[in-house]
């Protein structure tokens, strides 16, 4: 009985296999979600690894390699996906090392930046930063690249975090905190807070 339930299960996961790479969490969450007993699963990702039908280290560098590629997303929004996928904070650590995320940004921004062609100066700032930051680049990348793109020299700039009435956060940029605040509670400043209102700032860096 225990081995044609192994049997089934490493059908079960080369079958998932075969669509794509998979990291080991996602086999076992697939495994478990058709309930295969822990043992089975263990000894499934025992044969799986024997034969180098999972390694983690080697989907962690393809996955990166695919979202830095066909999705221009940042390393911090690549974090977040792997650690989701089960990935370690070694491995994570390991391949984004050397990724370097500014020449990226920047690219993605110039070609971002005409579709803000009839906004004020303040909201391309808004827009391009809230845009970079959502595709996961860091307040220190994106910071510099507005301050390139858009000549704004030394002139202060935020990035916020304000707490929605269901505690959700929305994170946004912006030169005026007060301004914006009230926008947003006046429902003018996003379509994410207009439902979610009141909203109150958690977090500011300048």
Not at 112 to 122: F, H, R, T, V
Not at 156 to 184: A, E, P, Q
């Amino acid at each position: 009985q225990l081995e044609e339930e192994l049997a089934k299960a490493k059908d079960q996961a080369l079958g998932y296999l075969g669509y794509r790479q998979r990291s080991e969490k996602e086999i076992i969450d697939k495994l478990r979600g058709k309930d295969f007993s822990e043992d089975i699963i263990e000894n499934t990702l025992v044969f799986l690894r024997k034969y180098n039908f999972v390694d983690d280290l080697e989907f962690a560098r393809s996955f990166t390699k695919d979202k830095i590629n066909l999705n221009k997303f940042g390393p911090q929004r690549i974090r977040h996906e792997l650690y989701r996928k089960g990935i370690s904070r070694d491995i994570i650590d390991e391949v984004l090392d050397e990724d370097n995320e500014y020449s990226r940004a920047l690219e993605l921004a110039k070609k971002k930046l005409p579709s803000y062609k009839n906004d004020d100066k303040a909201a391309k700032y808004r827009k391009l930063g809230g845009f970079l930051q959502r595709k996961g680049y860091s307040y220190e990348c994106v910071s510099r690249i507005l301050k390139e793109l858009l000549n704004w020299g030394d002139i202060m700039c935020y990035v916020y975090i304000v707490k929605c009435s269901d505690k959700s956060l929305y994170t946004g940029w912006t030169v005026d905190i007060d301004n914006r605040l009230k926008c947003h509670n006046e429902g003018k400043a996003s379509k994410y807070t207009r439902a979610r209102l009141p909203v109150e700032l958690v977090y500011l860096e300048e």
